[in-house]
Every structure is written in C-alpha cells, then in structure tokens.
C-alpha cells in the first residue's frame, strides 16, 4: 500500500500536470473529529507550556495562548516572535497525546469520496509532522494522500510561515508547478480559507464539525464571499468534479 512522502520535495519529484486539479486538505476538524480526539489535549498542554515557559499564572497563559491564536492563526507564531521559543520544542511538548489512536474518528464515506477524486492530493496542516501521521495512520487513509506539508514544512527565510500566509500558498502553487485556481483548499478553518482565496485558489468549507463549536450560517445564506463551497460532509466533494470557478458560494450538504 502506498504510503505519503512527507515535505516539499515530494513535490519537485511528482509535480502536478497544470491541467489536473490539486486538493488541499486541512487534517483536524476536516479529515477526523479532532474536538473529540486530540484538541482539549494539545490546548491543555499548550496553555501549560506557556504557563511554565513564560512563569504566567494559568489564566494569564490561557489568555495569551487564544491571542496568539487569533493574532498569528498559531499560538507557536507569537511565542517564537515574542520570547524566543523553539518551535520543535513546542511542538513535541503539546502533542505527545497518549492515547491518541484509541480516541481517532473519521466518516469511512468521507474517505471513500476522498479516493475517488481524480488529480493530487495533499494533507496540509499547521500541525506537527509526527501528529499528523498518527492521526492518519490511525484513520487508515495516508495512503489517499500524496504527501503530507505540516508545520515544519512551512519555513521561509528562517521563518514558519503557516496557514495563513498567503506566501507560503503561492510557494506551495509554485512548487506544484499549477496555478492556484487549479487548488481547492478543504478547510475548516475560515481565516486559511481567505488567505487562499486572495491568491485565487478555490475553497471549500466544511461545517461538519464547526457545527459544534459556532453557530453556523443558515444553507443557504451568511457564507462568506471568499468561501465558493460550503460542504455539509467530504462526501459533497464528488459533486464539486475539479475545483472551478463559480458565481458566488454553493452550498453541498450530504
């Protein structure tokens, strides 16, 4: 069974034909239901880590932790930026996660719409490597997927420049050899998919687990203008064909 290469230099090896669409997959609350799985964890272990990195009490570690979220779109961002945190560092230290495999849960139609899909696809995650091949492994679904860009992957110029930064998008479009309106990201996060949008790759917002957590626009209004699909499940995907241009945002709820 064919396994993932993970980095960009699966990407040089296995450049995508310019013709044939590339499907960019987010890994937690997209591919599996990381609320449930994984995301009380690593936020528990990332407030304790700025706790006692940072000498902060609990509360005043928790706080900085969502504002470096909300203000960078990784709370890893602002500790490196802010006081010189290394990022391997962190990132071991908030996923390690036992028992990770045993609380892992996907929808099996999901992936098997997933497999259908003709043209490359590829986990892109701000999470780190080692995590992100647990959790695919334990769904049994690393091999749908060319490679897997996590976190470490997403360095330029001696800088992590994750999801949202719109140039580590347009180095991922250029390494592919595509250009983005080629690439549909699959996400469930709405601030990657505006990055995404603004350098004309194509977005699919998923609300199968957002559900839960906000309180959702209605089917058929209150989408954002840079979301062009918003998917009810994976499985509305096989509906989409290829990424494409579209007037205005459709709705695919299965």
């Given at each position: 069974m064919r396994k993932p290469a993970s980095g960009w230099h699966i990407l040089t090896s296995r450049s995508a034909s310019a013709l044939r669409p590339v499907w960019l997959f987010d890994l937690d609350?997209?591919?599996?239901?990381?609320?449930?799985?994984?995301?009380?964890?690593i936020n528990t272990a990332m407030t304790e880590f700025v706790q006692r990195e940072l000498r902060l009490t609990r509360d005043e570690a928790d706080a900085l932790r969502r504002q470096y979220w909300r203000r960078y779109g990784a709370t890893l961002l602002g500790l490196v930026r802010h006081h010189g945190v290394k990022a391997a560092h962190f990132l071991h230290d908030t996923h390690r996660l036992p028992g990770l495999e045993a609380?892992?849960?996907?929808?099996?139609?999901?992936f098997a719409a997933i497999a259908r899909l003709a043209g490359s696809k590829?986990?892109?995650t701000n999470a780190p490597r080692a995590y992100a091949l647990r959790v695919l492994r334990a769904l049994r679904i690393e091999h749908l997927f060319d490679t897997v860009l996590s976190i470490e992957d997403m360095a330029m110029f001696g800088h992590l420049r994750p999801k949202p930064d719109a140039r580590m998008l347009r180095r991922l479009c250029a390494r592919l050899r595509v250009h983005p309106r080629r690439c549909l990201l699959v996400e469930d996060t709405l601030m990657?998919?505006?990055?995404?949008?603004?350098?004309?790759?194509?977005?699919?917002?998923?609300?199968?687990y957002v559900?839960?957590?906000?309180?959702?626009?209605?089917?058929?209004?209150g989408c954002p203008a840079y979301v062009d699909h918003r998917?009810?499940?994976?499985?509305a995907l096989s509906r989409l064909r290829k990424p494409a241009l579209r007037k205005g945002p459709a709705a695919l709820f299965q």
């Open positions: 609350d997209t591919l599996h239901d990381a609320g449930a799985a994984s995301m009380p964890g609380r892992v849960s996907g929808q099996h139609h999901d590829i986990v892109l990657h998919q505006k990055a995404a949008r603004s350098i004309g790759m194509r977005t699919a917002w998923l609300m199968r559900r839960r957590r906000v309180v959702a626009p209605r089917p058929a209004a998917l009810g499940s994976l499985r």
